[in-house]
């Protein structure tokens, strides 16, 4: 019963480069979430989708992208990493609607130098 | 104004006393309240959802939920060191498409 995952754990990457952050769910749920966690900012919703191909940006998208092909899958992308992109990332799934309880992967601590 | 907002704490109660959490928010529809606790370097974990007016009890917990008031409240009793968490508040918020917006979270220190 592995739930949410993440991968990876910890990655330290260079400006200007192109990270990838996993997020993979067993339970079949529809929505998936990605958030990222500063501190003063608390969690902050980057990008959700409500079923494979269908995705939509939520409250701070800019320099993110996303796909899911499958259910299971939520991939985040930085496509061109910045420091201020420096913070750890959840990914989260809900089995119902996008106000029905969220279930949290362990995080993604990225750092970008 | 915030959507969600909670005092950042830290809140300090002794072991075994009563730890009471508070949030509130401004989306006067807003129709679904959870609680969740983040220990240091984890993840946010459910404790509780109230969606009805009233208190819901389970174990040392309970929410309560004023929407005329529009704040929801979290009771730990007897509380215990292993409760020393950061506490996230999250609630639906229509503007953003009904997704859930979460507070900033209040740290809770329990002292032995």
């Known amino acids: 019963d592995a739930g949410i995952t993440q991968s990876p754990r910890y990655k330290i990457t260079e400006t200007g480069r192109q990270v990838t952050l996993m997020c993979h769910q067993t339970w079949s749920h529809s929505y998936m979430f990605w958030y990222r966690q500063d501190l003063g900012h608390g969690l902050r919703l980057i990008y959700y989708s409500a079923a494979a191909d269908i995705t939509d940006k939520g409250e701070v998208p800019d320099g993110y992208v996303v796909s899911r092909s499958k259910t299971e899958n939520f991939p985040l992308t930085l496509e061109s990493a910045t420091r201020s992109q420096t913070s750890v990332y959840f990914c989260?799934?809900?089995?119902?609607?996008?106000?029905?309880?969220?279930?949290f992967g362990p995080g993604t601590r990225l750092t970008v130098l | 104004q915030k959507e969600v907002e909670q005092n950042s704490g830290p809140l300090s109660v002794p072991e075994g006393a009563i730890a009471s959490l508070n949030c509130t928010y401004s989306d006067r529809g807003s129709q679904s309240f959870f609680w969740y606790r983040q220990y240091s370097g984890k993840s946010p974990e459910l404790i509780m959802f109230i969606y009805s007016n009233g208190d819901k009890e389970d174990g040392r917990f309970t929410a309560q939920l004023n929407k005329a008031s529009q704040y929801v409240s979290l009771l730990i009793r007897d509380s215990q060191p292993s409760d020393s968490a950061t506490y996230l508040c999250a609630v639906n918020v229509r503007s953003t498409g009904n997704k859930l917006v979460f507070g900033a979270g209040t740290i809770l220190r329990v002292k032995s």
């Open positions: 989260a799934s809900s089995p119902g609607h996008s106000a029905d309880t969220q279930y």
